[in-house]
Antibody
Framework: EVQLVQSGAELKKPGESLKISCEAF????????IGWVRQMPGKGLEWIGI????????RYNPSFQGQVTISADMSINTAYLQWTRLKASDTATYFC???????????????????WGQGTLVTVSS | SYELTQPPSVSVSPGQTAWIPCSGD??????AYWYQQKPGQAPFLLIY???GRPSSVPERFSGSSSGTTVTLTITGVQAEDEAVYYC??????????FGPGTKVTVL
C-alpha cells in the first residue's frame, strides 16, 4: 500500500530554519516525482514545487523560488522541504503528494496527485 | 503566471446536480484534474485527465472538457459531498497550478 508519512507539527520563531520530511512507503521511490503543496489557514491549495529524485530534477512555482528548498534522499525514500529563515507568513499546513504515472512504451508522463501525506502544520510565531 | 478560475461557491439541494466550472487558457492543451477536500483532511483525487475517474470514486462524479473550460459534475448530490473542490492543471514547462477552489454547500 502506497503511503506518504510526513513529519510532525512544528512551532518555530521568525528567522529560524526548518526542514520537514515526507517518507514514502509501498512503491519504488525512484520511479515517481514527488511534490509539495501549501495550504495557509482557511485558504486554498498552492503548488510549491516538485522533485524527481533520480535526476535531482526540481521545478518550483516562481512564487516560492528562493524562499524554500526541495530535496530528496533516495537511500531513505524521503523528500524534504526546507526554509533557512522562516517568516510568520510561512504559517500553513504543508502536504507532500505523489503524482500518477502514465506510461506508454518507454515514455512516462505524470498526472494528478493520487497519494497525499497527512500534512505538516508549521506555525511561525514570536 | 498561469491561473485557473473557479466560482467561490456553489449551493445545491440533495439529489440535484452540481456543476463546477474551471477555466484556464492552457486547458485545451493540458489535462485537468479535480480534487475534493473536506475539513482537516488532505485533498483526494476525483478526476484525472479531464474525464478519468479512479475506481474508488463514486460514479456520480464526472468530468468534462470544452475549450478553455473543464467542468466537474456531481449528479445526485449527497450530504457527504459538501466539501471544497479544486481543479488543477499544468504548463508545458512541467509546473503545476491549482484553481482557487469552489465550496459546495448541500442545502
Amino acid at each position: 500500500e502506497v503511503q506518504l508519512v510526513q513529519s510532525g507539527a512544528e512551532l518555530k520563531k521568525p528567522g529560524e530554519s526548518l526542514k520537514i520530511s515526507c517518507e514514502a512507503f509501498g512503491y519504488t521511490f525512484t520511479t515517481h516525482w514527488i511534490g509539495w503543496v501549501r495550504q495557509m489557514p482557511g485558504k486554498g491549495l498552492e503548488w510549491i514545487g516538485i522533485i524527481y529524485p533520480p535526476a535531482s530534477d526540481i521545478r518550483y512555482n516562481p512564487s516560492f523560488q528562493g524562499q524554500v528548498t526541495i530535496s530528496a534522499d533516495m537511500s531513505i525514500n524521503t523528500a524534504y522541504l526546507q526554509w533557512t529563515r522562516l517568516k510568520a507568513s510561512d504559517t500553513a499546513t504543508y502536504f507532500c503528494a505523489r503524482p500518477q504515472l502514465f506510461c506508454e512504451d518507454t515514455t512516462c508522463d505524470s498526472g494528478g496527485f493520487d497519494y497525499w501525506g497527512q500534512g505538516t502544520l508549521v506555525t511561525v510565531s514570536s | 503566471s498561469y491561473e485557473l478560475t473557479q466560482p467561490p461557491s456553489v449551493s445545491v439541494s440533495p439529489g440535484q446536480t452540481a456543476w463546477i466550472p474551471c477555466s484556464g487558457d492552457t486547458l485545451p492543451k493540458q489535462y485537468a484534474y479535480w480534487y475534493q477536500q473536506k475539513p482537516g483532511q488532505a485533498p483526494f483525487l476525483l478526476i484525472y485527465k479531464d474525464t478519468g475517474r479512479p475506481s474508488s470514486v463514486p460514479e456520480r462524479f464526472s468530468g468534462s472538457s470544452s475549450g478553455t473550460t473543464v467542468t466537474l459534475t456531481i449528479t445526485g448530490v449527497q450530504a457527504e459531498d459538501e466539501a471544497v473542490y479544486y481543479c488543477q492543471s499544468s504548463e508545458s514547462s512541467g509546473t503545476y497550478v491549482f484553481g482557487p477552489g469552489t465550496k459546495v454547500t448541500v442545502l
